[in-house]
């Protein structure tokens, strides 16, 4: 099973709207990363949360990670044709005897006009 | 300063064939991870390298194996190729240990990938 899952796994909006994308954790997140991909090429580096309620922002993306460390949320603002792409999210978990690095499944997103 | 570069980008490879794939860290990067990325399994961790050592590994068989030179860069093989093996194959350099055995974290470059079509 996927250990981080996210949500939706696509998504069409229109250029404008405002959008929330989740990725939820069944153990402790210790750092989760936030990439974007354009199709077949490497991941862009968004943002990076370690702290319990920590917040951050870039440009229009907001990022916000839960206070029990185990979900965290992408939100973009007023959405553009240029947001198109995959959004992944990533993470170390403690697996108890080591830590794995793991990736969600992304979330597709497509920006109509 | 220039980012992650890997070559080749794409590449045809036949069942039964190996490969090898390769990795150019940013300068002054010391670590580098693979990661083979497929529609059907998403992202998944090969293995680590930093200063010349693998560091920490994903659960994939003995036919993938890498190693990383004294300037940082890395390369990937993978022997006996299967059908299966077919995925666009990432790598990321970072300034320090992603995994130190705990819960060290860092922000990790990713380079263009090699795309892998095994026939």
């Known amino acids: 099973s996927q250990e981080l899952e996210q949500s939706p796994q696509s998504l069409i909006v229109q250029e404008g709207k405002n959008l929330t994308i989740n990725c939820t954790s069944s153990?402790?997140?210790?750092?989760l990363y936030w990439y974007k991909q354009k199709y077949g090429e490497g991941l862009i580096f968004l943002m990076m949360?370690?702290?319990?309620?920590e917040e951050k922002s870039h440009e229009k993306i907001t990022a916000k990670l839960d206070e029990k460390k185990q979900q965290s949320s992408l939100h973009i603002t007023a959405s553009q044709p240029s947001h198109a792409g995959i959004y992944l999210c990533?993470?170390?978990?403690?697996?108890?005897?080591?830590?794995?690095?793991?990736f969600g499944t992304g979330t597709r997103l497509q920006v109509t006009l | 300063k220039a980012g992650v570069t890997q070559t080749p980008r794409y590449l045809i490879k036949t069942r039964g064939q190996q490969v090898t794939l390769s990795c150019s860290p940013i300068?002054?990067?010391?670590?580098v991870s693979w990661y083979q990325q497929t529609p059907g399994q998403g992202l998944q961790f090969l293995f680590e390298?930093?200063?010349?050592?693998?560091?920490n590994k994903g659960n994939f068989p003995g036919r993938f194996s890498g190693r990383q030179f004294s300037n940082s860069r890395s390369e990937m093989n993978v022997s006996t190729l299967e059908l299966g093996d077919s995925a666009l194959y990432l790598c990321?350099?970072?300034?320090?240990?992603?995994?130190?055995?705990?819960?060290?974290?860092?922000?990790?470059?990713f380079g263009p990938g090699t795309r892998l079509t095994v026939l």
């Open positions: 990321a350099s970072s300034s320090k240990l992603g995994l130190a055995g705990g819960i060290s974290y860092n922000e990790q470059f």
């Open positions: 153990k402790t997140l210790y750092g």
């Open positions: 949360l370690q702290k319990g309620g």
């Open positions: 990533g993470a170390a978990i403690n697996t108890g005897t080591a830590s794995k690095l793991t």
């Open positions: 300068s002054g990067h010391r670590s």
């Open positions: 390298y930093f200063s010349e050592t693998q560091r």
